[in-house]
C-alpha cells in the first residue's frame, strides 16, 4: 500500500473542490441522482437486499489494509466494512433512512461530484450502484481522486446477464438491465491503472436479493417486493410484471419450470454476471 494518508477531516473533507465538483446534480425529490427513484422503489430495499457473507468477504480482501473507505453509492450500508472508518455518500433520503444505528456517517452528496479532497482515502467502495450514475466516467475520475489506493466495483457484466432463466420469463427486464451496465472495459478505461476483474459466483442461499440470487429459488420472485428491490423492474411497464408472474407461477404448478431448471434448487452456486472490479492508480 502506498504511503498513509491522513485521515480525513471535516475540513479536509469540505476544503475547496474544483468546478466541476460544485455543479449541482439533477436530482428526483427524494435525491436520486441516478435513473431510479428510491423514494419510490427503496422503500423496503433493506429488507431484500441484505449483504451477503461471500461477497462480503471478497470485498475485504480487495479492500487490503485500507484503513479508511469512502463507499459511494451506499445505499442501506449492506457492504459497508466494520474494520475500517467508513465515510458515506448517498444522494436518496429513502436510503439514507434506511441505514441502521451506528452505521458510518452518510453525506448527500451524487459519485459525479464528491465533496471530499484528493486522495482524502485509503480505498473506494461501490457496491450494485454504478448503473445508476448518470455520467460513468465522471464518476469513476472521482473515486479515483479521492482515493489513494483500491476503487473496489461490485457490478454485473450485462454481456452474461442472459446465461439466467429470466430470460425466458422476463426479457424486457433482462434487455434494460444489460442496458443500464456499463460495460467492463468502459470501466476499466475509465478508472484508468491496473484493473482486475472477478468472477463472483453466486451462492445458493445468497441474502442479498438481486434478480440472479434467485437462480435456485423461482418462487421468491413471485414477491413483487422481491422484484421492485430490483430497479430494473421499475422500467417497464405492470403488464410485464403481471405477464412474468402468470407464466412463471403457471409453469411452477404444472412443473414445466422444474423440468427444465429443477436442477438448480440444489446447485450450491451459479456463474452469473457477477464481477468484483479492482482498481489500482
Known amino acids: 500500500m502506498s504511503e498513509k494518508k491522513p485521515d480525513p477531516t471535516p475540513d479536509a473533507m469540505h476544503e475547496p473542490m474544483p468546478e466541476t465538483a460544485r455543479r449541482p446534480d439533477p436530482r428526483t425529490e427524494d435525491g436520486s441522482a441516478g435513473d431510479a427513484d428510491y423514494g419510490v422503489i427503496g422503500l423496503d430495499y433493506a429488507r431484500y437486499r441484505r449483504p451477503e457473507p461471500a461477497f462480503v468477504a471478497a470485498i475485504a480482501g480487495a479492500l487490503g489494509d485500507a484503513r479508511t473507505l469512502v463507499n459511494i ?8 466494512p466494520t474494520s475500517v472508518e467508513v465515510t458515506a455518500v448517498e444522494p436518496s433520503a429513502a436510503m439514507r433512512a434506511q441505514r441502521p444505528a451506528g452505521s458510518a456517517p452518510v453525506l448527500d452528496a451524487a459519485a459525479e461530484h464528491l465533496p471530499f479532497s484528493e486522495d482524502a482515502f485509503d480505498a473506494a467502495l461501490a ?10 466516467r465522471a464518476g ?4 479515483r481522486r479521492v482515493t489513494s489506493g483500491p476503487v473496489v466495483i461490485l457490478t454485473c457484466d450485462p454481456q452474461a446477464l442472459r446465461s439466467s432463466w429470466l430470460n425466458r420469463y422476463a426479457p424486457d427486464v433482462i434487455s434494460t438491465e444489460a442496458g443500464r451496465y456499463p460495460q467492463i472495459e468502459d470501466i476499466r478505461s475509465g478508472l484508468g491503472g491496473t484493473v482486475t476483474v472477478t468472477a463472483l459466483p453466486i451462492p445458493l442461499q445468497c ?9 435456485g429459488r423461482p418462487e421468491a420472485l413471485l414477491d413483487p417486493g422481491a422484484r421492485l428491490a430490483n430497479s430494473a423492474w421499475s422500467f417497464v411497464g405492470r403488464s410485464v410484471s403481471d405477464r412474468f408472474d402468470r407464466e412463471l407461477r403457471a409453469d411452477l404448478d404444472s412443473g ?4 427444465q431448471h429443477g ?5 450450491p452456486a451459479f456463474d452469473g454476471s ?7 492508480p
Not at 457496491?127 to 460513468?136: E, G, K, M, N, V
Not at 414445466?256 to 423440468?259: K, Y
Open 256 to 259: 414445466a419450470w422444474d423440468a
Open 73 to 80: 453509492g451506499a445505499g442501506a450500508g449492506s457492504y459497508e
Open 274 to 280: 457477477l464481477r468484483l472490479l479492482v482498481g489500482h
Open 127 to 136: 457496491s450494485f450502484t454504478i448503473h445508476q450514475w448518470r455520467d460513468l
Open 207 to 215: 441474502t442479498d436479493g438481486f434478480s440472479e440470487a434467485y437462480y
Open 140 to 143: 469513476l475520475q472521482e473515486a
Open 263 to 267: 436442477h438448480l434448487r440444489t446447485q
